[in-house]
């Protein structure tokens, strides 16, 4: 309504305007104080439900401070007040695991709690939200589970091992009964020594693969580079290559930079029974390589040769304990390597065909670098 219009109304036109006027301006009003109302009943709703979420809940905003936690995630840190520090400050009370999104957390009774840990960014206003969720319960039972299945599996590993064991003690105390021969001459005597040897060093390889299968779980674990580990590997291995004139070509630049959390010792003897398989496999002046890759959030260390290849019936039991193909074999190299991958939370998978050569694929999670390193 412009000022000359406004001028022409008359007294009650005016009175009737200013009257639509104030009902509109107190709809307005009302509708305003509904959707307030409305929006605090929306936000104490939303925090009845952030305080009974089992889940840690923490929000953060754009500079990684926390602004806001719940009941849970303030239980995880018993006397230290979460909301008004950097999240970094947290995070450095947590420990990586060998599991993907799985860390641990030390309490100052002595105990430990695992958790697992996912984020989502906040894109309307630039902070994350992170969920910490406890699994210490569910990861006491996923070792429980893998303890028994290891115990199923050596239960019934126990009349092979009676079997494989049997066969190398017979000959080693036969050798040795023939030794006592007076009459024997020293070359005989030199010769049936020296079977008793192999046969004895054979029980002892069988026995040492045992407690290794049994063990499972290797030793101590803490960050270990990839690309180093599996260069180091392969270079003890140049020997073994040597003698059967055999090429070892590498491929490792896609793991530089690459850290999983275990035990290196553990796992550069899985990396080395594949790698030895693959030069016993090829032929005198063969080729063993040994290549890296990244998926996501998973390495992969992928061993492959040009040998003969494996057949179909007897690639379905490679990794079964004391399944081999060779004489001198124990038939558990392959069932600890993948125990050790397994223990990593990774796995060990193999893909080959007769006329093809072989690959053994073994793959592992990573974790962040240490602290150093990052």
């Known amino acids: 309504m412009t000022a000359d219009s406004a001028a022409s109304l008359t007294p009650e036109q005016l009175a009737l305007a200013f009257e639509q006027f104030a009902r509109a301006s107190d709809a307005l009003t009302r509708s305003y104080e509904a959707l307030q109302a409305r929006a605090r009943m929306l936000s104490e709703r939303l925090e009845v439900l952030l305080q009974a979420l089992p889940a840690g809940v923490l929000v953060l905003d754009a500079q990684d401070r926390v602004v806001q936690a719940n009941r849970a995630a303030k239980a995880l840190w018993p006397g230290l007040e979460p909301e008004g520090r950097a999240w970094a400050e947290l995070a450095a009370t947590l420990r990586p695991t060998d599991t993907p999104q799985e860390v641990e957390l030390p309490l100052p009774d002595g105990s430990v709690r695992r958790l697992n840990l996912s984020r989502a960014d906040l894109a309307a206003h630039g902070g994350r939200l992170l969920l910490l969720h406890d699994v210490t319960e569910a990861h006491r039972l996923r070792q429980a589970m893998e303890r028994n299945l290891r115990l199923a ?69 803490g960050p270990v580079a990839l690309e180093p580990l599996a260069r180091e590997t392969l270079h003890a291995l140049e020997p073994l290559a040597a003698a059967k004139r055999a090429r070892l070509e590498r491929a490792l630049e896609p793991l530089a930079g690459a850290w999983v959390q275990g035990d290196a010792k553990a796992l550069a003897g899985a990396l080395t029974n594949l790698l030895e398989n693959a030069l016993q496999a090829i032929p005198e002046g063969g080729t063993v390589r040994l290549e890296g890759e990244r998926q996501g959030d998973r390495a992969r260390l992928i061993v492959s040769d040009d040998g003969p290849g494996i057949a179909a019936d007897t690639l379905e039991r490679i990794f079964e304990p004391f399944f081999t193909t060779r004489s001198e074999g124990t038939g558990l190299g392959l069932a600890i390597a993948r125990g050790v991958a397994r223990a990593h939370g990774g796995d060990i998978e193999a893909f080959s065909r007769p006329g093809e050569g072989s690959r053994f694929v073994l793959t592992l999670p990573l974790s962040p670098p240490p602290l150093e390193d990052a």
């Open 153 to 221: 599996a050596m239960g019934e590993m126990v009349a092979a091992l009676a079997h494989q064991l049997r066969t190398p003690l017979a000959a080693a105390m036969l050798y040795v009964g023939n030794l006592a021969a007076a009459e024997l001459p020293p070359e005989r005597r030199a010769q049936l020594a020296e079977r008793a040897q192999e046969r004895l060093r054979h029980l002892e390889r069988l026995i040492g693969d045992m407690l290794l299968f049994a063990r499972g779980e290797g030793g101590a674990r």
